[in-house]
Every structure is written in structure tokens, then in C-alpha cells.
């Protein structure tokens, strides 16, 4: 994929974002809460979230910069090196999420089911105020969706692995209800902006 192709994506998960703060959100939430609390695959998806908590993701995601920046020193790769996209995607899309999760602290869907809360209280840090973005969903479509891009014109199976991995655990944090769809969407969207500023920046492979 080429920047371009990644700022039209940044765009549609973004008009998403909106369509699902407006008025898909709460239907949403709700129907996963009454309906799928209680099924196998959300308690799979409990334990994948446990798996993947935001510390362990984190430390993940910063040890593969880190190798890269090592193997880049020593000159065993070079800027086209895919790893090299990887973790500046990563990297810069962690950092803006941070950022953005705790200006804008949303309400987290626990809170919209006990006291009927839903927006933003602006400015926390708090867990059950920092919904939006989803840092799974950056987790979901730096380190397993684009390396499943990279990987298809090599191992296509390999590659619908990876995609399919990065759109469960992404979709699990709805259907466990720590997220709303909106959040996904809207971490998916700063996913693909960060993506098609690093690729317009660091030299592709010929």
C-alpha cells in the first residue's frame, strides 16, 4: 500500500468514528451486554485482553523499536526495511493515542450502563475515562494488520492470519464492552493517518 491508499482509509474509519458516536455507539453496547456477556467467546476475549494488557503491549511494541534502532546502528537493515515502518507507525500512533486519551476521556461503556454517561469529561487519566481511542485497536493495526499487509505478496496465508488476528482482538474490545465501536474506529483512524505520514516519509523498497 502506498501513503495515499492509507489517508483514504484514515478518512472512511474516521467518517465511521462519527456515524458511531451519533448513533450507533449505545445499540451497540448494549446488544453485546444482553445478549453475548455470558457466551465463550467473550470470555475468550476477557482472557485476550488480559493477555494483551496495555503494559505488556506496550513493552512489546517498544522492545521491536528498539531491536530495529539496534539492527538500523548496525547497519544489518536499512531504512526500506519493513521493521523500520513498523515501529515508527507504532511508536508515533502509541504516543498520539496517549495523548488524545487523555484530552478528550470519554467515557468508558461501564459507565454508560451504571450512571448513564455518555461523551466526555476532558482531561483524566483515569481507566474508566480514557474509552477513545482504543490503544488495542493501534495495537491491532500496527503490529499485526500492516506486518499482514507486508507479509502478503510473500506467505498469503501467513498474511490472512495476521489480518484476522488484528480485526478479532481489535472487534473483541467491543463485544467485551471496554470499548465502544466508535473508539476502534477511531483508533484505526489514527493507525492509517500515522501509516500514510510514515510511508510518505521513510523510503519504500524497490
Sequence with gaps: MKA???????????????????????SIAL????????ANITHFSHKLASWTS???????????????????LKNKINLTHPLVRISAIYALSIAVVFVIKGVLARYRPELYFSDDLYGFHFFSAKHAFTSMPSGHGITAFTLLLIPGMFLWCKN?????LFIFCALFLAFSRILTTDHYFSDVMFSFAIASYV???????VPTQE
Excluded: P
Design 4 to 26: 495515499k491508499h492509507f489517508n483514504i482509509l484514515a478518512c472512511v474509519f474516521l467518517f465511521f468514528t462519527i456515524i458511531g458516536y451519533l448513533f450507533l455507539d449505545k
Design 156 to 160: 498469503k496465508l501467513l498474511s490472512i
Design 31 to 38: 446488544y453485546f451486554l444482553h445478549n453475548f456477556s455470558d
Design 54 to 72: 496495555s503494559k505488556k503491549i506496550c513493552f512489546l511494541g517498544l522492545l521491536i523499536c528498539a531491536i530495529t534502532f539496534i539492527q538500523l
Design 195 to 201: 501509516a500514510g505520514y510514515i510511508f510518505s516519509k
